[in-house]
């Protein structure tokens, strides 16, 4: 049986866990608190695999860009403890709103992840629940400034250049890789970019920091990004857009998997 989640070897022709490295999810679900109102938010599906993969029930999961609280409410449906950080605040309270008493407990915080003060508020939190790290965390931050999601300063979608984003995004790794169990498990999930006429490969570059800052690149998977675009009948003309071009059209992101 894996050390890492509650697998049972003897029902493993049941499992609902994937085993590919390329995700293709046909919808989004938003069955429960899933509303999906938040541009920029996880399909659930993805949050809900790698909680199913890398964590047993009761082991702490840990987000430290928690936008609209996808992953607190998978969490919360898995009987998983989760510790949630944003920056916006109205995002913060909005969570906590959603979030019900069960056994397990849901810290939410809004702060600043790339500043040892907010990680300083998390490690207290975890001590009065007498726990010393988390078994699992989940980094889905801005891709740079595609979606701005808020006016604040050290919000990482207002970064000022590629090399002040990769260098906050890098505190924010660096903070949760000390939080983070010894042997257990990262996963980022990112896109890459276009900047004048330049694909930008934002993944590889994040990926290269969480190898730099000693953390074992275990899974590389790739996932299809639902299409806003055909919602919008905008198909037609970024394929056009395409054709007359040099380019090819998004339609992946990665899920990078590491091991500490
Ligand atoms: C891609 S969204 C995450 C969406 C989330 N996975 C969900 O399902 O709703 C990135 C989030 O990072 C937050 N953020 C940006 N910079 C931050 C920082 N320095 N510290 C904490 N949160 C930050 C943004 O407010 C935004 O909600």
Redesign the pocket.
Same mark, same amino acid.
């Given at each position: 049986m894996p050390k890492f989640n509650d697998l049972i070897p003897e029902a493993w022709k049941e499992s609902e866990i994937w085993t590919d490295s390329l995700w293709i999810i046909p919808e989004r679900d938003n069955s429960g608190k899933h509303s999906g109102f938040?541009h920029?938010?996880?399909v659930p599906q993805v949050p809900r695999q790698l909680i199913l993969k890398y964590t047993k029930k009761n082991d702490v999961v840990f987000? #430290?860009?928690?936008?609209?609280? +996808? +992953?607190a409410y998978e969490a919360e449906t898995l009987g998983r403890n989760f510790i949630g950080? %944003?920056?916006?605040k109205e995002?913060v309270d909005y969570v906590r709103q959603n979030v019900e008493p069960s056994n397990n407990f849901t810290e939410l915080m809004s702060? %600043?992840? +790339?500043k040892a003060a907010t990680f300083k508020k998390i490690k207290s939190t975890l001590d009065v629940h007498k726990i010393k790290n988390v078994q699992f965390a989940i980094l889905? #931050?801005?891709y740079t400034d595609i979606i701005k999601?808020?006016n604040l300063k %050290? %919000?990482?979608?207002n970064a000022v250049s590629l090399k002040d984003f990769l260098a906050?995004f890098t505190k924010?790794l660096k903070n949760t890789i000390d939080l983070l169990e010894d042997d257990r498990y990262l996963a980022i999930v990112i896109g890459d970019k276009y900047t004048a006429g330049e694909w930008i490969p934002l993944g590889f570059y994040c990926m290269n920091e969480a190898q730099e800052l000693g953390l074992k690149l275990k899974s590389v998977i790739i996932k299809n990004m639902a299409g806003n675009r055909a919602k919008q009948n905008k198909e037609a003309i970024w394929r056009y857009r395409a054709l007359m071009s040099d380019y090819y059209i998004f339609k992946h992101e990665y899920i990078l998997i590491f091991k500490k």
């Open positions: 938040y920029g938010n996880f987000d #430290p860009f928690m936008g609209s609280g +996808t +992953t950080v %944003d920056i916006q995002l702060g %600043d992840s +790339t889905h #931050p801005p999601f808020s %050290d %919000d990482l979608s906050k924010v």
